[in-house]
């Protein structure tokens, strides 16, 4: 799947308890596990949620730091080479 691909995988019901039940297809083609952490996040403005692989979630800020590390290291270089 490309990354703009969306998939509904069905409908999910919020218990009494607050617990969600993910679609078994979901769970088979995401490899999501027992045990595994979800991360709940706000999506469009408070209209609906994004669960996210916790793995899934660091790639996502390791991948962040590394662009704001290489942006850092050319705003430096710019400023090196605006001094000479």
């Known amino acids: 799947m490309g990354i703009h691909t969306k998939k509904l995988y069905g409908t999910a019901t919020v218990g009494s308890k607050g617990q969600v039940v993910i679609p078994s297809e979901a769970r088979e083609e995401l490899d999501i596990k027992p045990g595994d952490r979800l991360y709940v996040v706000d999506a469009m403005s408070g209209s609906g949620v994004v669960l996210l692989k916790e793995e899934r979630l660091q790639e996502m800020v390791a991948r962040m ?20």
Do not use: C, F, G, P
């Not at 704001?68 to 000479?84: G, Q």
């Open 65 to 84: 730091t590394e662009q704001i590390d290489e942006i850092r290291a050319l705003a430096e270089n710019d400023e090196t080479e605006s001094v000479k």
